[in-house]
């Protein structure tokens, strides 16, 4: 080892005597002290403006615009300018003869080189840890572990840099061939995610190969053995590679078997990198305060229920909108969006069949191909896709393995357990498509316990779960494209009809009463009544003026307040109201909590207000009311909301006041507590009423579902994947403190190396 320490010293006399190494660490210095002067900057305006901050920490260094992303951009260009010379400079200037003539080993001198680099590299990193030290001290609860996680990717891209720059260097005497053949190296690592991507297996290897984002989970926080192991052998491969390129120059071996040993080395470090890419052989450490590159507590919980085998066979429609998720040369990209659910279960195995059938999301189709038939249509996307017709079965072949009709023939994965349950995972009509931790947990969370069924009472004229009407409940409960359906967050819907002798289901957890416009004939009366007295719970919505609800409710000693409510705005009608969460709603859901935090409200037209008047046995916690702070009251004349403006009529029983327009009801029915929610607009949560009239940001007509859904099923669904607040949200930043750190980041650091390297070759020119 002495000998690999004066090589390594003798290479760090050399890179400090030149002026390419100190020009770098000026200019490294520069860029990232501009970089994180300008995010705390942005960091400190945000608090001074009142917006607040979140997770500074995070955004300092590793956000999409933060530090450490940049610093990987910065060292694709510096690396091989510093990798250059360190082994064409000694067959260029003939000192390799010296060192080949020496009692040196190629292995003591390609490691004495790299030591040299690990060394320089270190010092690059010491940059960095200044700005580290910077928000330690600005920062209030500043995330260290995962910043230091963030550190160690960037110093391990900087060996592997090092190594692969070694490389190229020992391969000419020419430097600046030697830097252009390392960016190409480089580049074409970056690009080998995408060769070759069509080929079973090939794929694995070709995508563990790529270089290219193998630091942004660490530099989020979580450290993979896989990235780390990466790293580590790319190092050694081209260290390997550097010492049989020496000893092949040394003892003037024979081309085949020069390139032959270089095969060995590389097939050896893709056999390696392929068994550590595999998730059984895979371990995680998440360093970030929140565990936020991971699933939740929950969520995890329900993984560690999976016992058995489990496999998930993704559906690929050729002819569908969304194919080119799920085709071959994109297998390894889809693998990721299911890598967290792997994690904890890494004996899953992934299948992926193909074929064409008329999907439900595509009408391209019968524009472009008129009068074509499927086949037809098929093979020209095949032809225009580059992909072989023969791997995608016919319409016939699939309906043989499984029927997906129901689901649109549409992108989607069928997930089986080795006990033969079943559960669908889907694709949404969103900007984000693929479903979240949410909606992966809540089908896994099927498969494990019973969650709730619903039942939407029908046959008196209530709001439907199916059909396209704008009044209905077809959105929020059924609709399979919309991810926050109840039926894409763990429940089950259906529509009861209770006429003749057909009973309520005994496994109905919640039953919905939508607005009724004709009153229960006395067999469906009896059957609502016996569940209520049982301890059903239930959900209520009504509109104003209606006899049929206002003789319903009263069994819970409710009623509700003559007229409408109207709340005068410019350029909306009247009867359009804001409603806001009420303090005690925080016991009710956490989600009227987010809501009273984030000022948020739900639109309300036409609405209802709601009063307990008399005790029966229930107790009553307001969920919504009216704004204070506006002008509300009830309307009890007919008026023309648009065209005329409505006034306080004292002397016809309207008031100004805030008004309770949703109710929590609970009382102990035997061990269980009923619960029931009374909302005073059914058209606030139908298709067309989510999306309320008012031109004012903050509407969240739809956080009404998870909220009133999570109370009535006791918290079982929607999942809770819910992560602990951060504590980083404050700086003790300052104009005064920013300017400082500013001029010392950006010119006293780089200036003093400047100066000191300038004095410094100056004096050594001199000698």
Known sequence: MRRVYKIAKAELFTLFYSPIAWMILVVFAFQTGMVFAGLLKEVLHSQNI??????ITANLFAGQLGLLPAVQKYLYLYMPLLTMGLMSREFSSGSIKLLYSSPVTSSQIIRGKFLAMMIYSGLLLAVILVYVMIGMIYIDHFDLPSVLSGLLAIYLLMCAYSAIGLFMSCLTSYQVVAALGTLVLLAALSYMNQVWQDISFVRDITYWLSISGRCNEMILGLINSEDVLYFVIVILMFLTLSIQKLQANR???RFAM?????SLVVLAAMMLGYATSRPMLMAYYDASETKRNTLTPNSQAIMHQLTGGLTITTYVNLLDREYYNGIPSQVNEDKQRLKQYIRFKPETKLKYVYYYDKPSNNARLDFVYKGKTLEEMARKEAELRDLDFDMFLSPEQIKKQVNLTDEGNTFVRLVERENGQKAWLRIYDDMFKFPNEAEVSAMFKRMVMKLPRIGFLGGQGERLIEGDRIKDYTLFSSVKTFRYALTNQGCDVETLDL?????????????VIADMKEAMDSVVKKKIDAY????????VTLKPGSAVMEEFIAQFGMKTIPGQLVQPKQD???????????????KVSEVFETMIERHQYVGMVKSAGLVMAEDKGFTATPVLQTIDTMKTWNEVHTIDFVNDSATVDVAAGERLDSFVTAMALTRKVGNKEQRIMVLGDADCISNGGMTPPIRRYGAANFSLIPGTFGWLSYGTVPVDVSRPRPSDNETTLTKTSLKIVRCGLMYVIPGLLLIGSTILLIRRKRK
């Open 572 to 586: 909306v009608a009247a009867n359009v109201v804001m409603c806001v969460a009420t303090p005690a709603a925080k």
């Open 50 to 55: 009142g917006f607040g901050n979140s997770f």
């Open 499 to 511: 006429s003749g002798n057909k009973e309520i289901p005994k496994g109905v957890d919640v039953i």
């Open 532 to 539: 209520i007295a049982a301890g059903g719970n239930l959900l």
């Open 251 to 253: 003892t003037h071996q």
């Open 258 to 262: 020069v390139w032959g040993k270089y």
